[in-house]
């Protein structure tokens, strides 16, 4: 077998493997805002509505064009983008970093769990919006669709484990399932435990349960 043969036979050993553990790829998340519609109103003016930039992979779920600058009691971070579509409560993301940079303490938490989170100033174009809770570092988490929780016996909102492999191998824990027929299978990290690990969008790694 010559050596493209080799590399051939490879990438099937790699993807067969793929398909049969409960590998998921990796999107890795920086800073961003969720909207509700009347918090948009007041940071872009009356009836505006978000403009796509692009897609992300969970489907429905899209990067704005529109940014914020975010004000905190010791600096502000600019161009801090919106997620659309808009939600029922606003939330804003931020790595452990951003939180020290801005002066808060952003407690690790799962998305929409805002009660007793801090607050932080917004500023749009067209106004000023002081959020009186709703700042997390979001808890990781994995997005997994019915079928794929199904054949690899997972639980919503369970516990589990990610190993990745590579130079800085390493093993999540603590991360959170979550289980929707809107979902396609993705986890998510903040930049802070990306970088830490040497982990870049679209790598795989792999459930473990136990």
């Known amino acids: 077998m010559n050596d493209y043969g080799v590399i051939v036979q490879e990438v099937v050993k790699r993807i067969k493997e793929l398909e049969e553990q409960p590998y998921v790829p990796v999107g890795v998340s920086n800073r961003h805002l969720h909207l509700s519609k009347a918090d948009l109103e007041v940071l872009f003016g009356v009836g505006y509505e978000l403009t796509k930039m692009k ?42 970093t951003d939180g020290f940079k801005l002066g808060i303490n952003a407690p690790v938490k799962e998305s929409g769990k805002i009660s007793g989170t801090p607050g932080i100033t917004l500023v749009g174009p067209k106004g000023k919006l002081e959020m009186k809770e709703g700042v997390i570092a979001a808890l990781r988490h994995v997005h997994v669709s ?58 795989f790694g792999k459930i473990m349960k136990g």
């Open 55 to 96: 897609d992300l992979k969970q489907p429905g779920q899209f990067a704005a064009n529109e940014t914020v600058t975010i004000v905190g009691p010791k600096g502000e971070i600019k161009n801090v983008r919106i997620l659309g579509p808009v939600r029922n409560l606003t939330q804003l993301e931020v790595s452990l």
């Open 146 to 203: 019915p079928q794929f929780a199904e054949r690899f016996n997972l639980k919503d909102k369970e516990m589990v484990s990610v190993y990745f492999d590579g130079i800085r191998q390493v093993t999540f824990q603590n991360v959170l399932i979550r289980i929707s027929e809107h979902f396609v299978e993705e986890m998510h990290l903040d930049t802070d435990e990306a970088n830490a690990a040497g982990i870049r969008t679209g790598a």
